[in-house]
């Protein structure tokens, strides 16, 4: 990757990151901390490493996204915008009755979610079975999912790990949203997840970790796993809650907080300097 196509993917994730803010900032509260430390990741998934047709979501060839941490749906939503699988216009719709853009994810209402998330666990399990199915009727198509790293308590995402490595899904590549805070506190106070990356290698996984805002280490990342055979990859995203929104980064009441308009505002300002 050249020195442009860093900036272009870096300058998206800003635009992104903005969207994320105003349409959390419309709306007034949302869990803007857990959409906005993966943007940077969907972002490369979304506009470089994934198969998708945008005119036709339910393409069967295509690559399957399952974000299995549900509550960063906004930060999906802004993606798939911009990506033009739905109008910009359809953001500032956000969790409002009868919107096709609910808070968690939904496969039946939103064009481009490939599967309904929100309780912890389930969407990962949901992934893993993806690519079971894919295996089974050789599709070549590779499935992504992100997982969070309070949901990681979850014991159902360690029987899916379990699974995925017996079944050598090397079709699935997963990613770990660390940036070590859930709803009730820090990960470490609640129930600390260390050492992370060697669990995941004794679950049978291909395991590294990264900076999880750096569009170049994430793209190298997914390469490399690519090319991995006969076992599941784990990309453990090191990443900051509420990344690029002054008021909300790397605060624990960023998992579903009040947003003021001038608040939104001026981070979007903030944003617009550094060139979206």
Request: hydrophobic letters at 40%; one cysteine or more.
């Amino acid at each position: 990757m050249n020195k442009d196509e860093i900036q272009e993917l870096q300058r998206k994730a800003r635009k992104v990151r903005a969207l994320v803010i105003e349409m959390i900032g419309r709306l007034g509260v949302g869990h803007i901390g857990g959409a906005l430390s993966i943007v940077d990741a969907l972002t490369v998934l979304y506009f470089r490493v994934m198969q998708v047709r945008p005119e036709e979501p339910s393409w069967p060839e295509r690559d399957h996204f399952v974000l299995s941490k549900g509550h960063g749906g906004p930060g999906l939503y802004a993606v798939l915008a911009e990506r033009g699988f739905f109008s910009t216009d359809l953001l500032w719709t956000l969790n409002k009755p009868e919107t096709l853009l609910p808070s968690h994810c939904d496969r039946l209402r939103t064009p481009g979610i490939d599967m309904t998330a929100g309780s912890l666990g389930q969407g990962f399990s949901a992934a893993v079975g993806i690519a079971i199915a894919k295996k089974i009727s050789g599709n070549p198509s590779r499935v992504f999912t992100i997982i969070g790293d309070g949901e990681s308590q979850e014991g159902q995402i360690w029987e899916a790990a379990m699974l995925a490595s017996h079944r050598k899904l090397d079709n699935l590549i997963a990613m770990q949203d660390y940036n070590r805070m859930q709803i009730d506190g820090n990960i470490s106070d609640v129930n600390g997840l260390e050492p992370l990356e060697d669990k995941w290698r004794a679950f049978g996984w291909n395991v590294t970790s990264i900076d999880g805002h750096n569009v170049e280490e994430i793209t190298d990342a997914i390469g490399k796993a690519k090319e991995r055979r006969d076992r599941p990859s784990m990309i453990i995203l090191n990443t900051i809650k509420g990344k690029g929104a002054y008021f909300a980064e790397g605060k624990l009441s960023s998992h579903n907080m009040k947003v003021t308009e001038e608040e939104w505002q001026n981070a979007i300002v903030e944003l617009q300097r550094e060139g979206v």
